[in-house]
């Protein structure tokens, strides 16, 4: 479980966090199922926290995959703000994702070097998300006991 995440109708925004390895095939499922998720569909804006995470680079067969996953669901990336914090690890992938796919269908991404930033581009309370960020942390904590 190197993706966990939580949906907040009421601040219409959805915070992931990624920890440790995460490969390609475990971001595309996540995204997968939160694009189908009927509660994901009430938010418009994302955040993803991969400051803890190192993720695979995407070779050509995937990223086209991850774009395709992107395309099928386009409808419901219009209009949506996607902040990413990466750390150093994850950084160039997540301008990958960012650059290739969504960007490209109607989704506005951002890769940022700090959650206050992030948060200040979504227009978010960064106390509140970072106790949500906090308590999913909690959830790799707890899978280690």
């Keep these: 479980m190197p993706i966990v995440s939580r949906c907040d109708p009421e601040l219409r925004l959805v915070v992931d966090v990624y920890h440790g ?53 386009s409808r419901r990336l219009t209009g949506r703000q996607i902040a990413i914090v990466g750390g150093a690890a994850s950084v160039s992938t997540a301008r990958d994702v960012e650059r290739r796919a969504i960007d490209n269908l109607g989704a506005r991404a951002i890769v940022f070097n700090d959650l206050t930033t992030a948060c200040l581009w979504l227009g978010v309370d960064e106390t509140r998300i970072n106790a949500t960020i906090d308590q999913l942390h909690g959830a790799f904590r707890n899978e280690r006991l």
């Design 21 to 73: 390895d995460v490969t390609v095939q475990e971001m595309h499922d996540h995204v997968g199922a939160l694009l189908d998720d009927s509660t994901w569909l009430t938010t418009t804006r994302s955040l993803s926290d991969m400051t803890g995470a190192r993720l695979t680079p995407f070779s050509d067969e995937e990223r086209a995959t991850m774009l395709s996953l992107f395309r099928t669901r």
